[in-house]
């Protein structure tokens, strides 16, 4: 597919099914991480504009055109949606590359995601219908009950950075989809495609009100949006600090919140392994896609003593072999990273380990041939003790660290040797290991000689600091649903004779 030459939408807040300007008409840069110039600018939100976007999702779910839809009245607008993004896939893409840094093909991938995404939601949205009433058998014929599933109400959703298109469809799909109204606010670092979201919707006729979305800084829009008392939820994706803001304040109104904070998670490698290359490209691809900024990255390589030297040797040529290039660039398999704040963040974090005693095997720079843009070389960080800041917290960004052992017991200790739980993988031939180990990982999704495939069906999240709930799969429309207990007594002329009547005059 080429990609197109594209100029950047000049959007406003997307508020109750129309493009308005934010009330203090402020506006945040646009700067493109592969040439650090400002490529456009984004409204941003205030308290205010919340506030507006609130009311108007209140009225959505007020109206017969949202708030009395059933599941299949939303699966066509959810499809309607998956249709339009499929249609502007191009132009997603490299939208999403140029605000984002990540390599074109790996936007494109992801805007494919968006639109199964979209549809597999649609599905549950019919499906829903015939589960909406489900009768629950009592012990006593006097009385009849069942549970409804309503929508929850209106819901914040705040997105981050690494995939913008594709974490706002993981949230706002199964929102829609449950009859919710929501109210995105994307990360300030990557909100174009988020933005164009606002469009397509508006292009399907999407009521308004049934989503909005306000892009802005964090404690200008993000704050008063969890705070704010008529949203009923939260589910929130980033940082470990700011989700602790996020359940502090919802926590004020017992608000119930969905968090997925990141993590620190482990690829344990056994000498057993199917094969040396395949091997070292799945611990390659766990750490290093998306230009390492991946919360779920697999960014502590746990290897068996007896394979490291030959397993390091050779993770080092396939390192080496890694095109770093402008990510719109053919075949570019490593861009920049987000911003000029991570940037310096993950330089730092590989001087802390040096400092600390760790050798910097591969990388640890920026690439020479690259002078502009925040590129930084794949890293490959050796001699690691437990006690180093980059064994302990999260990079992201391309920076894997590595240490041995012997026994499995051992392997599974370093393994576990951290704070967060959201993914695990092994590498091993043998089955039954993989199966002690699966039991063993302490972590919301494990991987058997892969690491890293995500998929929209099965549940996604963590444990530990990495937070709590789950996205995707029928698991997340739960997320965004009411369960309502009705309880009936069916003979209503009859006494329930608990209290002695009064005696008739």
């Not at 607008?77 to 249709?83: C, E, K, Q, S, V």
């Not at 549950?124 to 058998?137: F, P, R, Y």
């Not at 007896?306 to 770093?324: G, V």
């Not at 920026?366 to 064994?391: A, C, F, N």
Request: proline fraction near 6%.
């Amino acid at each position: 597919m080429a990609i197109p030459n594209i100029r950047i939408p000049c959007r406003q807040l997307f508020i109750d099914g129309e493009w308005r300007e934010p009330l203090k008409k402020n506006r945040l840069p646009i700067i493109n991480p592969a040439n650090e110039e400002i490529i456009g600018y984004i409204p941003a939100a205030t308290e205010e504009d919340v506030d507006i976007a609130v009311k108007a999702a209140r009225s959505a779910l007020r109206r017969d055109d949202w708030g009395s839809t059933t599941g299949a009245q939303r699966a066509k607008y959810l499809r309607a949606i998956a249709a339009k993004v499929l249609e502007k896939k191009p132009e997603l893409a490299t939208l999403e590359t140029i605000d984002n840094g990540k390599p074109w093909f790996e936007a494109a991938s992801d805007i494919d995601d968006v639109v199964a995404c979209f549809e597999y939601y649609a599905d549950l949205a019919e499906a829903l219908d015939s589960k909406k009433k489900t009768e629950v058998k009592l012990h006593l014929d006097s009385f009849k009950t069942h549970v409804l599933r309503e929508p929850l109400g209106v819901v914040g959703l705040i997105t981050p950075w690494n995939y913008p298109l594709l974490m706002t469809t993981w949230k706002v799909a199964p929102a829609l989809a449950a009859g919710c109204a929501a109210i995105l606010k994307p990360s300030e670092l990557a909100s174009i495609t988020s933005l164009e979201l606002g469009e397509i919707c508006r292009e399907v006729g999407l009521p308004p009100g049934a989503l909005s979305i306000l892009t802005g800084l964090g404690h200008e829009a993000g704050s008063p949006l969890v705070s704010h008392p008529d949203v009923d939820k939260i589910a929130f994706t980033g940082s470990g600090p700011t989700g602790v803001k996020i359940m502090t304040a919802a926590a004020q109104l017992v608000k119930p919140v969905t968090l997925e904070l990141g993590g620190k998670s482990p690829i344990v490698v056994f000498d057993d392994i199917h094969d040396l290359d395949i091997a070292v490209e799945w611990t390659l691809f766990g750490c290093f896609w998306t230009n390492g900024q991946i919360c779920s990255a697999t960014s502590r390589l746990i290897i068996q003593e007896t394979i490291a030297p030959q397993f390091l040797a050779r993770l080092l040529e396939w390192t080496k072999n890694i095109k770093i290039s402008d990510p719109l660039e053919e075949d570019c398999k490593l861009g920049p990273v987000i911003s000029r704040g991570q940037y310096e963040k993950v330089l730092k974090f590989i001087s802390t380990a040096k400092d600390e005693g760790a050798t910097i095997l591969y990388g640890g720079d920026r690439p020479e041939h690259l002078k502009k843009g925040y590129y930084i070389q794949p890293t490959i960080i050796t001699d690691v003790d437990t006690s180093m800041e980059i064994w302990n917290e999260e990079v992201f960004g391309p920076v894997l660290c590595v240490k041995t052992f012997k026994t499995e017991e051992e392997a599974i200790e370093l393994a576990n040797d951290t704070k967060y739980g959201l993914g695990a993988a092994i590498l091993s031939k043998d089955l039954e290991r993989c199966e002690r180990f699966t039991k063993a990982f302490q972590s919301g999704v494990v991987w058997i000689n892969c690491s890293q495939p995500c998929f929209w069906q099965p549940p996604w999240g963590g444990k530990k600091r990495s937070g709590f709930g789950r996205e995707l799969g029928e698991w997340s429309l739960e997320n965004y649903l009411n369960i309502k207990q009705v309880t009936q007594y069916v003979t209503p002329d009859e006494p329930w004779a608990f209290y002695k009547s009064p005696s008739k005059l």
